[in-house]
């Protein structure tokens, strides 16, 4: 069974870093591309970023730029490292787990079977 358990959220202000941590356990961690989504209130699940078993990394738009994931093998964990932090940032942020998806599946959470219980992330002005 998967378990994913993010941490590292919290309160930033405008122009702050954060380093998200989310530890898979239960299964073959190098087998699995991984996923960062946010929903903010009212709004939907928004993609964030993805890494492949090969570490090739893909952003939404919005994070380009400041935001990057990387992942660790050896200790089950991806991260998301988060510069520039702007109030539309806050968020809930998820990390996110699947087996089988192909480039142009990354993008919807509708294809993630595997989810953590998420991290609040306020970023004040």
């Known amino acids: 069974q998967v378990q994913l358990v993010e941490s590292g959220g919290g309160l930033a202000q405008v122009g702050d870093s954060l380093r998200l941590s989310c530890v898979m356990s239960?299964?073959?961690?190098?087998?699995?591309?991984m996923a960062w989504f946010r929903q903010a209130p009212g709004k939907e699940r928004e993609f964030v970023a993805a890494?492949?078993?090969?570490?090739?990394?893909y952003y939404g738009d919005s994070v380009k730029g400041r935001f990057t994931m990387s992942r660790d093998n050896s200790k089950n964990t991806v991260y998301l490292q988060m510069n520039s932090l702007k109030p539309e940032d806050t968020a809930i942020y998820y990390c996110a787990a699947d087996r089988t998806l192909i480039l142009s599946s990354i993008w919807n959470s509708r294809n993630y079977d595997n989810w953590g219980q998420g991290t609040q992330v306020t970023v004040s002005s």
């Open positions: 890494i492949f078993r090969g570490s090739n990394t």
């Open positions: 239960g299964v073959a961690f190098n087998r699995y591309t």
